[in-house]
Protein backbone atom coordinates (compact mmCIF):
# COMPACT_ATOMS: atom_id res chain seq x y z
CA UNK A 1 0.00 0.00 0.00
CA UNK A 2 3.17 2.01 0.64
CA UNK A 3 6.99 2.14 -0.22
CA UNK A 4 8.25 1.58 2.93
CA UNK A 5 11.55 0.65 4.38
CA UNK A 6 13.80 0.35 7.42
CA UNK A 7 15.49 3.77 7.45
CA UNK A 8 18.73 3.13 6.24
CA UNK A 9 21.91 2.77 8.86
CA UNK A 10 19.76 3.19 11.42
CA UNK A 11 19.16 0.69 14.14
CA UNK A 12 15.24 1.30 14.12
CA UNK A 13 12.54 3.27 12.35
CA UNK A 14 10.78 3.00 8.81
CA UNK A 15 10.96 5.39 6.31
CA UNK A 16 7.85 5.76 4.65
CA UNK A 17 6.99 7.85 1.22
CA UNK A 18 3.74 9.28 1.35
CA UNK A 19 2.13 12.82 0.68
CA UNK A 20 0.86 13.51 4.17
CA UNK A 21 -1.19 16.84 2.77
CA UNK A 22 -2.92 14.28 0.77
CA UNK A 23 -6.48 12.61 1.79
CA UNK A 24 -6.23 9.07 3.02
CA UNK A 25 -8.31 6.26 2.79
CA UNK A 26 -9.16 4.20 6.50
CA UNK A 27 -7.10 1.21 5.12
CA UNK A 28 -4.18 3.63 4.02
CA UNK A 29 -4.54 5.18 7.89
CA UNK A 30 -4.31 1.54 9.29
CA UNK A 31 -1.52 0.77 7.29
CA UNK A 32 0.39 3.56 8.70
CA UNK A 33 -0.38 2.82 12.15
CA UNK A 34 0.78 -0.43 11.35
CA UNK A 35 4.15 0.76 10.12
CA UNK A 36 4.46 3.11 13.02
CA UNK A 37 3.70 0.77 15.71
CA UNK A 38 6.55 -1.88 14.41
CA UNK A 39 9.43 0.19 15.80
CA UNK A 40 7.70 3.63 17.27
CA UNK A 41 9.57 6.21 14.62
CA UNK A 42 8.07 6.66 11.63
CA UNK A 43 10.23 9.09 9.50
CA UNK A 44 8.63 10.92 6.12
CA UNK A 45 10.35 12.80 3.48
CA UNK A 46 9.67 15.79 1.06
CA UNK A 47 6.85 17.07 3.41
CA UNK A 48 6.23 20.78 3.25
CA UNK A 49 3.04 21.35 5.95
CA UNK A 50 1.35 23.81 7.72
CA UNK A 51 0.89 23.43 11.45
CA UNK A 52 -2.98 21.93 10.88
CA UNK A 53 -2.08 19.66 7.92
CA UNK A 54 0.80 18.37 10.65
CA UNK A 55 -1.78 18.52 12.69
CA UNK A 56 -4.37 16.58 10.57
CA UNK A 57 -1.73 14.43 9.26
CA UNK A 58 -0.43 13.22 13.50
CA UNK A 59 -4.25 12.46 13.90
CA UNK A 60 -3.74 9.61 12.34
CA UNK A 61 -1.26 8.16 14.79
CA UNK A 62 -3.44 9.59 18.02
CA UNK A 63 -5.13 11.80 19.30
CA UNK A 64 -3.86 15.47 18.53
CA UNK A 65 -3.31 18.27 21.47
CA UNK A 66 -4.50 21.57 19.82
CA UNK A 67 -4.66 24.12 22.60
CA UNK A 68 -3.38 27.48 22.45
CA UNK A 69 0.03 26.35 23.34
CA UNK A 70 0.44 22.70 21.66
CA UNK A 71 1.52 23.53 18.37
CA UNK A 72 4.69 25.88 17.78
CA UNK A 73 8.35 26.17 16.91
CA UNK A 74 11.43 24.60 18.29
CA UNK A 75 13.96 27.15 16.90
CA UNK A 76 17.68 28.55 17.89
CA UNK A 77 16.53 31.60 15.26
CA UNK A 78 12.77 32.42 15.31
CA UNK A 79 11.45 35.07 17.14
CA UNK A 80 9.21 32.77 18.69
CA UNK A 81 11.16 29.86 18.72
CA UNK A 82 11.65 27.65 22.01
CA UNK A 83 14.43 25.85 23.55
CA UNK A 84 17.75 28.04 21.68
CA UNK A 85 20.66 26.16 21.15
CA UNK A 86 20.69 24.25 24.46
CA UNK A 87 21.85 20.56 24.81
CA UNK A 88 19.13 17.76 25.87
CA UNK A 89 20.12 14.93 27.64
CA UNK A 90 17.90 11.68 26.67
CA UNK A 91 14.42 11.84 28.24
CA UNK A 92 10.44 11.12 27.56
CA UNK A 93 8.21 14.36 27.29
CA UNK A 94 6.82 15.02 30.75
CA UNK A 95 7.05 11.53 32.04
CA UNK A 96 6.37 13.47 35.89
CA UNK A 97 2.88 13.72 34.86
CA UNK A 98 0.08 10.56 35.51
CA UNK A 99 -0.51 10.94 31.52
CA UNK A 100 3.23 11.43 29.36
CA UNK A 101 2.24 12.34 26.00
CA UNK A 102 2.24 9.47 23.48
CA UNK A 103 4.25 10.97 20.90
CA UNK A 104 5.72 13.68 19.39
CA UNK A 105 6.45 14.86 15.81
CA UNK A 106 8.88 17.44 14.34
CA UNK A 107 8.85 18.72 10.92
CA UNK A 108 11.65 20.39 9.54
CA UNK A 109 11.14 23.93 8.08
CA UNK A 110 14.95 25.04 7.93
CA UNK A 111 17.85 23.17 9.00
CA UNK A 112 21.12 23.81 8.06
CA UNK A 113 23.24 21.04 6.41
CA UNK A 114 25.25 19.88 9.46
CA UNK A 115 23.06 21.01 12.42
CA UNK A 116 22.32 19.29 15.80
CA UNK A 117 20.17 16.02 14.81
CA UNK A 118 17.70 14.26 17.13
CA UNK A 119 18.96 10.77 18.90
CA UNK A 120 16.74 8.44 19.78
CA UNK A 121 17.12 5.85 21.89
CA UNK A 122 14.64 2.40 21.79
CA UNK A 123 13.37 1.07 24.99
CA UNK A 124 11.75 -1.88 22.83
CA UNK A 125 15.08 -3.03 21.30
CA UNK A 126 17.00 -2.53 24.79
CA UNK A 127 14.35 -4.78 26.80
CA UNK A 128 14.98 -7.32 23.83
CA UNK A 129 18.61 -7.37 25.42
CA UNK A 130 17.95 -7.59 28.57
CA UNK A 131 18.79 -11.04 30.03
CA UNK A 132 16.43 -13.14 31.09
CA UNK A 133 17.13 -12.91 35.29
CA UNK A 134 17.21 -8.91 34.84
CA UNK A 135 13.96 -9.05 33.09
CA UNK A 136 12.41 -11.05 36.03
CA UNK A 137 13.66 -8.57 38.36
CA UNK A 138 12.32 -5.49 36.90
CA UNK A 139 8.74 -7.04 36.61
CA UNK A 140 6.26 -5.46 39.14
CA UNK A 141 9.03 -1.87 40.06
CA UNK A 142 7.85 1.33 39.87
CA UNK A 143 10.32 4.49 39.06
CA UNK A 144 9.68 7.84 40.41
CA UNK A 145 10.33 10.96 37.94
CA UNK A 146 10.85 14.16 38.51
CA UNK A 147 10.96 17.59 36.58
CA UNK A 148 14.27 18.35 35.90
CA UNK A 149 16.25 21.32 37.77
CA UNK A 150 19.65 20.57 36.27
CA UNK A 151 20.42 20.26 32.28
CA UNK A 152 23.51 18.37 32.37
CA UNK A 153 22.67 14.95 34.92
CA UNK A 154 19.99 12.77 36.01
CA UNK A 155 17.57 14.90 38.70
CA UNK A 156 17.01 13.72 42.10
CA UNK A 157 14.47 13.83 44.34
CA UNK A 158 16.77 16.48 46.88
CA UNK A 159 16.93 18.53 43.55
CA UNK A 160 13.17 19.20 43.36
CA UNK A 161 11.52 22.66 44.52
CA UNK A 162 7.93 23.42 46.40
CA UNK A 163 5.37 22.88 43.97
CA UNK A 164 6.97 20.54 42.13
CA UNK A 165 5.44 17.37 40.61
CA UNK A 166 6.92 13.88 40.30
CA UNK A 167 5.13 10.68 38.92
CA UNK A 168 5.65 7.32 39.39
CA UNK A 169 5.75 4.67 36.44
CA UNK A 170 6.21 0.96 36.00
CA UNK A 171 9.83 0.35 34.72
CA UNK A 172 8.55 -2.50 32.25
CA UNK A 173 5.20 -0.87 30.60
CA UNK A 174 3.96 -2.34 27.48
CA UNK A 175 3.93 -0.68 23.99
CA UNK A 176 0.04 0.96 23.07
CA UNK A 177 -1.41 -1.04 20.95
CA UNK A 178 1.07 -3.58 20.90
CA UNK A 179 1.79 -5.08 24.55
CA UNK A 180 5.52 -5.65 24.22
CA UNK A 181 7.20 -4.64 26.89
CA UNK A 182 10.04 -1.44 27.01
CA UNK A 183 12.36 -0.41 29.41
CA UNK A 184 11.13 3.27 31.24
CA UNK A 185 13.78 5.12 32.70
CA UNK A 186 15.65 8.16 31.38
CA UNK A 187 19.12 9.95 32.10
CA UNK A 188 17.18 13.10 33.21
CA UNK A 189 14.60 12.63 35.38
CA UNK A 190 14.49 9.31 36.52
CA UNK A 191 15.16 9.91 40.71
CA UNK A 192 15.00 6.01 41.84
CA UNK A 193 13.30 2.90 42.16
CA UNK A 194 10.78 2.66 44.38
CA UNK A 195 11.68 0.15 47.23
CA UNK A 196 15.18 -0.22 46.40
CA UNK A 197 18.23 1.24 48.96
CA UNK A 198 19.28 4.13 47.21
CA UNK A 199 22.81 2.71 46.27
CA UNK A 200 20.94 -0.09 44.90
CA UNK A 201 18.79 1.82 42.92
CA UNK A 202 21.13 3.83 41.25
CA UNK A 203 23.21 0.89 40.24
CA UNK A 204 20.05 -1.26 38.60
CA UNK A 205 19.23 2.66 36.54
CA UNK A 206 22.78 2.38 35.54
CA UNK A 207 22.61 -0.88 34.45
CA UNK A 208 19.43 -0.56 32.46
CA UNK A 209 21.35 2.73 30.86
CA UNK A 210 23.89 0.33 29.36
CA UNK A 211 21.16 -1.47 27.59
CA UNK A 212 19.26 1.59 26.74
CA UNK A 213 22.01 3.85 25.51
CA UNK A 214 24.51 1.42 23.83
CA UNK A 215 25.90 3.11 20.38
CA UNK A 216 23.98 0.47 18.45
CA UNK A 217 20.46 1.08 20.32
CA UNK A 218 20.77 4.84 19.35
CA UNK A 219 19.66 6.23 16.25
CA UNK A 220 20.20 9.83 15.35
CA UNK A 221 18.62 11.68 12.83
CA UNK A 222 20.33 14.03 10.51
CA UNK A 223 17.60 16.76 9.66
CA UNK A 224 16.78 17.66 6.07
CA UNK A 225 14.28 20.29 5.09
CA UNK A 226 10.65 18.73 4.76
CA UNK A 227 11.11 15.71 6.94
CA UNK A 228 8.48 14.72 9.57
CA UNK A 229 9.59 13.07 12.24
CA UNK A 230 6.73 10.67 14.39
CA UNK A 231 7.88 8.75 17.42
CA UNK A 232 6.43 6.90 20.49
CA UNK A 233 7.52 9.13 23.28
CA UNK A 234 6.84 6.17 26.15
CA UNK A 235 8.61 3.21 24.04
CA UNK A 236 11.44 5.60 22.54
CA UNK A 237 13.59 8.86 23.91
CA UNK A 238 15.30 11.45 22.57
CA UNK A 239 18.21 14.10 22.97
CA UNK A 240 20.21 16.62 21.32
CA UNK A 241 23.69 17.58 21.17
CA UNK A 242 24.33 21.71 21.95
CA UNK A 243 23.33 24.11 18.49
CA UNK A 244 26.57 25.33 17.77
CA UNK A 245 25.92 26.99 14.34
CA UNK A 246 23.48 26.96 11.03
CA UNK A 247 19.67 27.15 11.14
CA UNK A 248 17.46 24.54 13.15
CA UNK A 249 13.59 25.22 12.97
CA UNK A 250 11.49 22.67 13.37
CA UNK A 251 7.40 22.68 13.29
CA UNK A 252 6.58 20.42 16.76
CA UNK A 253 3.08 18.65 17.14
CA UNK A 254 2.29 16.41 20.14
CA UNK A 255 -0.07 13.63 20.17
CA UNK A 256 -1.44 12.95 23.67
CA UNK A 257 -5.25 12.08 25.76
CA UNK A 258 -3.92 14.87 28.30
CA UNK A 259 -2.21 18.02 27.83
CA UNK A 260 0.37 18.94 30.49
CA UNK A 261 -1.85 22.24 31.35
CA UNK A 262 -4.87 20.11 31.86
CA UNK A 263 -2.76 17.91 34.22
CA UNK A 264 -0.80 20.64 36.39
CA UNK A 265 -3.32 23.44 35.77
CA UNK A 266 -1.51 24.89 38.91
CA UNK A 267 1.61 25.32 36.39
CA UNK A 268 0.07 28.11 34.68
CA UNK A 269 2.59 30.66 33.32
CA UNK A 270 4.93 27.62 32.39
CA UNK A 271 4.67 28.66 28.42
CA UNK A 272 5.28 32.50 29.11
CA UNK A 273 8.06 31.59 31.27
CA UNK A 274 9.88 29.61 28.89
CA UNK A 275 9.45 32.13 26.08
CA UNK A 276 11.46 34.73 27.99
CA UNK A 277 14.33 31.91 28.88
CA UNK A 278 14.17 28.35 28.58
CA UNK A 279 17.03 28.17 30.77
CA UNK A 280 14.75 29.05 33.77
CA UNK A 281 12.86 25.60 34.15
CA UNK A 282 16.06 24.57 35.61
CA UNK A 283 17.45 25.43 38.99
CA UNK A 284 16.59 28.19 41.76
CA UNK A 285 14.96 30.61 39.42
CA UNK A 286 12.52 31.97 41.95
CA UNK A 287 11.22 32.29 45.68
CA UNK A 288 8.02 30.04 45.77
CA UNK A 289 6.88 31.09 48.73
CA UNK A 290 7.01 34.99 47.42
CA UNK A 291 4.96 33.28 44.10
CA UNK A 292 1.01 31.66 43.67
CA UNK A 293 2.49 29.72 40.91
CA UNK A 294 4.79 27.92 43.13
CA UNK A 295 7.94 26.63 40.95
CA UNK A 296 9.12 26.54 38.05
CA UNK A 297 7.13 24.98 34.80
CA UNK A 298 7.26 21.97 34.06
CA UNK A 299 6.72 21.38 30.61
CA UNK A 300 9.25 24.11 29.87
CA UNK A 301 12.39 21.82 29.14
CA UNK A 302 13.78 18.78 27.40
CA UNK A 303 13.64 16.70 29.68
CA UNK A 304 10.27 16.49 30.02
CA UNK A 305 8.51 19.78 28.45
CA UNK A 306 6.67 19.42 25.31
CA UNK A 307 8.96 21.75 24.51
CA UNK A 308 11.47 19.38 22.37
CA UNK A 309 14.60 18.76 20.61
Request: with cysteine; proline share 6%; hydrophobic share 40%.
Amino acid sequence: MFDAMPIPGAPFGIEVKADLAASFTAAEKEALRQLYRRDGLILFRGQKLSMEQQMEACSIFGPVLRGEHDGYLVSNVAKDGLLGDLELLFHHDIPYVPEPFLAGALHALEVSEGVSGTKFASGLRAYERLPRQLRERLVGLNAVFVRPRHESRRNRLIDSLPGDNCAVHAVLPGQRGMGRPFVFVNSQSTACIIGLPESESDALIEELFSYLYAQDNIYEHKWRNGDLVIWDNLALQHARGRITHGVRTLQRVTIARLSYDQQYPADAAWFSDLQEDPLQSFGTRQNTAQSPRGAAPAATLAAGASRNP
